[in-house]
């Protein structure tokens, strides 16, 4: 069992910055690919990044030159650096490990302020 959770969200105002961090327990598997989703309201859930345990690293277009992932294996953590924030990322994030059908965390809200 995995268990995913996130930390770091809350406001922040337009063109600012945010660091998310999802600390990872359990039967974890270095060699998955973890990644980052986010869902807004009235909206289904998408991808914004992820990244393979090689370090193969996939963004959405909408954050592609303003978010970074990364992750540590050896402590089992994985980050996303948010900058240039926009309203339209306003949104629930959700760490994830192993694609749609892996494990979720609990989501934690970002908020931007214009």
């Known amino acids: 069992q995995v268990q995913l959770v996130e930390s770091g969200g809350g406001l922040v105002q337009a063109g600012g910055s945010l660091r998310l961090s999802c600390a990872a327990s359990g039967s974890i598997f270095s060699g998955n690919t973890m990644g980052w989703y986010r869902q807004a309201p009235g909206k289904q859930r998408e991808l914004v990044a992820s990244?393979?345990?090689?370090?193969?690293?996939d963004y959405a277009d909408s954050v592609k030159g303003r978010f970074t992932i990364s992750r540590i294996n050896a402590i089992k953590t994985m980050f996303l650096q948010m900058n240039s924030r926009k309203p339209e990322d306003n949104a629930v994030y959700y760490c994830?490990?192993?694609?749609?059908?892996?494990?979720w965390g609990q989501g934690t809200q970002v908020t931007v302020s214009s």
């Open positions: 994830n490990y192993g694609g749609w059908r892996g494990n």
């Open positions: 990244i393979s345990s090689g370090g193969y690293i």
